[in-house]
């Protein structure tokens, strides 16, 4: 009996594979696809239900049902049986669907003479695309083999979909690549772009989802298998590896590729009628719809784990490895799910800009698409599933808008904003050599923040007067080893060098929190914001710290030497930190060694708790550095990775600028150097205002000194900090309308 059902799976496959060859249209083509379903189910309905857009399905296409409700009737997610399967991605069956609870009467489809009901979502990979539905006149229980054997032909039906074989007049059935798609995400890094996609890791698109020979089938199956164990054992045996994460992540694909049940379960979908590559991506698939919707974070885990393996054995089903033979496009924008640093250094400043599904705005690759100065954004959700290499893309990073396919007024509108933003930079280019002096004769010193060599030629282009902060990290999250004393030595000479006299303020590791290095174990943390990270590993992991403060002595042998410790939230952590240094310097000159000219120590006031700490704090600190991202969310006990809180709290807010005052007064009664460094830096508004409560210093993005420059050569810093008095007298929560009015008046008469 199994036996013939399962003829009768490969029958039924080999028709809608037909189908699919045949010329017509999309309409056509479905129409006789469900015509083929109902037969061979020996069911008087059959009908798909597409997605016309996310909340919404559409009856495309019917056998049974009245030809006129055909792209008129319309079901909500989650409305109605039909609507429960999309919901939930899980089949829905019952043999009295109007007594089920949730049924939804649709009297145009004259399906009150229908009982049973049998729904199956149409998926790919995570993609929802739509519904298959069977139904009968009489009371009918479907065998759990029926189920399976629909399950099966409704992922056949979404590789079709994927190969564009429903293309037709109807929205929901116009092909999910071809239109416009609008995405919101996240900022990761500020800016805009156009161009073409790249895909960081292309789909695998499988042409051929039904297998005429299971025999055949079942062995390309164990021979990619055998290629995938092979591949991972190569992995595991290599040295560089080394303890940890690494390996436990492929133990865990080790694992996966040696269960039976893994196995047992894909060679049965071959024994239906699906090929090698469509049984692995209907397993794949399956898995996907049953853990997404659990909430141990442990088993979603291994939903990224399955995931990954089930790709790599697609590619060797299907050889469509990430070397496609694909030509990058003149202008890319690279698309991911995320992308770890090294990998995006790769590709370098090739990119205009790179949008990715995961990520946060403190990751890896927010760090280098800052340093490269590309716009970035994160969270885009199912960019990897909508975009194809080569398709039009705009990035909007200051919104955290994409805009895929855009219609030709969308990219219109688009193009004007770069024009103008072209036409602002040539503006600010003008004053490259021009002071940041405001009219009341004000001078403010405007750094850079810089993480890669490749930063350093912005230095001089930008107008820059130094860099404020150097984050080394990268150096150490872009290599699967810890470097070498004489490799980080090399480097840190070379940045001096190319600073071309400038001052550098080198910051030591700031790892931890969302910075894991590649080859150190991740801390299993509730909150690792507030963790072991930054300075507290360097004083726990002294000989990391050690060997990088060594690097930065040897490095500026005969020049000066600016060190910074990040995350200082206690005055003895600076003390012994800097004790290191000294340490270390008195090392040096006992081996005789040459020294820097001058070394000068400082500390980034990260945490509200060091705005409070003693005055000798102050003066030990030769000079100290605001870290507005962390003090911001520390203050204000906002997560900034979380969207849901993170924009609701302003810099400009006044009891966050109370404590910056706080700041300015106890470094100006210690008479210690105070500077301001991070994304507010780099804002006019937040400049401006920072500059009139007295900060002197500050440090921000090469491409953002241009603006704050041009904004404070046109204001009088002392009428702003009058409208910011008045405004605190008058008990306002936020300065920004105050600051921002003073602006608006300035810049119109400066016209």
Avoid at 33 to 50: F, G, K, P, W
Avoid at 239 to 259: A, K, Y
Avoid at 280 to 295: G, H, I
Avoid at 562 to 570: S, T, Y
Wanted: aromatic share 6%.
């Amino acid at each position: 009996m199994a036996e013939r059902k399962d003829s009768e799976s490969r029958k039924l496959l080999k028709r809608l594979r037909d189908t699919l060859a045949a010329p017509g249209d999309g309409q056509a083509r479905l129409d006789q696809i469900a015509h083929h379903i109902a037969d061979s189910m020996a069911t008087e309905v059959c009908s798909v239900y597409l997605f016309r857009d996310p909340q919404t399905l559409e009856l495309c296409a019917s056998e049974g049902l009245r030809p006129e409700a055909v792209h008129h009737t319309r079901l909500r997610l989650g409305e109605g049986l039909v609507g429960r399967v999309a919901r939930s991605g899980q089949p829905v069956m019952t043999a009295n669907a109007p007594a089920e609870k949730g049924f939804r009467y649709m009297p145009e489809t004259g399906e009150e003479r229908y009982c049973s009901f049998l729904g199956v979502p149409i998926q790919r990979v995570g993609e929802r695309l739509g519904v298959l539905v069977v139904q009968s006149r009489d009371e009918r229980e479907f065998t759990d083999d029926e189920v399976y054997g629909l399950e099966v032909v409704a992922m056949v039906l979404a590789e079709m979909a994927e190969l564009g074989a429903f293309l037709g007049n109807g929205d929901a059935l116009s092909k999910a690549h071809r239109a416009p798609v609008l995405m919101r995400g996240a900022t990761g890094q500020e800016g805009a772009a156009e161009g073409r996609v790249w895909l960081h890791e292309p789909r695998v698109v499988i042409t051929n989802p039904v297998g005429d020979d299971p025999v055949r089938e079942k062995a390309r199956l164990e021979e990619g298998v055998a290629q995938l164990r092979a591949q991972i054992d190569a992995l595991l045996d290599q040295s560089d590896i080394g303890e940890g994460d690494h390996n436990e992540v492929l133990e865990t694909f080790r694992m996966f590729t040696r269960s039976k049940s893994w196995m047992r379960r894909m060679s049965e979908d071959i024994e239906r009628g699906l090929s090698a590559e469509a049984a692995v991506e209907k397993e794949q698939s399956t898995a996907r719809a049953r853990l997404e919707s659990v909430a141990d974070p442990y088993l979603r885990d291994r939903l990224h784990d399955l995931d990954d393996l089930s790709n790599r054995l697609l590619r060797i089903l299907t050889g469509q490895g990430r070397d496609t033979g694909a030509q990058m496009p003149a202008n890319p924008i690279l698309v991911a799910r995320n992308i770890g640093p090294a990998e995006l250094l790769e590709y370098g400043r090739k990119l205009r800009g790179v949008v990715l599904e995961e990520g946060s705005v403190g990751s890896h690759a927010a760090i280098v698409a800052r340093s490269l100065a590309i716009p970035l954004v994160i969270h885009a959700s199912r960019i990897t599933r909508e975009a194809l290499n080569g398709d039009p893309i705009l990035v909007d990073g200051d919104t955290g808008i994409v805009h895929l396919r855009p219609e030709d007024s969308v990219a219109a509108a688009f193009r004007d904003k770069l024009a103008m933003q072209e036409a602002a930079s040539t503006r600010y280019a003008s004053l490259r050599d021009l002071p940041a002096e405001a009219l009341c004769g004000t001078r403010i010193e405007l750094y850079m923040n810089a993480g890669l060599m490749a930063d350093l030629p912005s230095l001089k282009g930008s107008g820059a007067e130094g860099v404020g902060l150097f984050r080394t990290e990268l150096q150490f999250l872009t290599r699967t080893r810890v470097p070498r004393r004489t490799e980080l030595a090399g480097l840190y000479s070379r940045v001096i060098d190319n600073a071309l006299g400038r001052p550098v303020v080198f910051r030591t590791l700031d790892i931890g929190s969302d910075k894991v290095l590649p080859y150190m174990k991740p801390q299993d943390e509730p909150n690792p914001a507030m963790g072991w990270r930054a300075i507290r590993v360097g004083l726990d992991k002294r000989g990391v710290l050690g060997m990088q403060l060594q690097a930065l002595i040897r490095a500026a042998v005969d020049r000066p030497l600016q060190v910074m410790f990040p995350f200082v939230a206690d005055p003895t952590e600076f003390v012994a930190a800097r004790a290191m240094l000294m340490s270390y310097l008195e090392r040096e000159a006992a081996m005789g060694r040459p020294l820097p000219t001058d070394v000068r120590v400082g500390a980034m006031i990260e945490t509200p708790s060091i705005a409070f700490a003693p005055r000798s704090f102050f003066e030990a600190c030769d000079f100290v550095s605001i870290g507005g991202n962390d003090l911001k969310q520390f203050f204000f006990a906002a997560d900034r990775e979380n969207e849901r809180v993170r924009r609701r709290y302003d810099t400009m807010n006044t009891s966050f600028l109370s404590l910056i005052e706080q700041i300015i007064s106890r470094c100006a009664d210690a008479g210690t150097q105070l500077s301001f460094c991070g994304e507010d830096a780099g804002r006019p508004v937040e400049a401006v205002t920072l500059a009139a409560l007295g900060i002197r210093r500050l440090s921000m993005r090469p491409a953002s000194i241009g603006p704050v420059k041009n904004v404070i050569r046109q204001i009088d810093l002392a009428a702003v900090r009058t409208a910011m008095d008045l405004a605190r007298e008058r008990g306002e929560p936020s300065l920004r309308p105050a600051v921002t009015g003073v602006l608006n008046e300035a810049l119109r008469l400066s016209q």
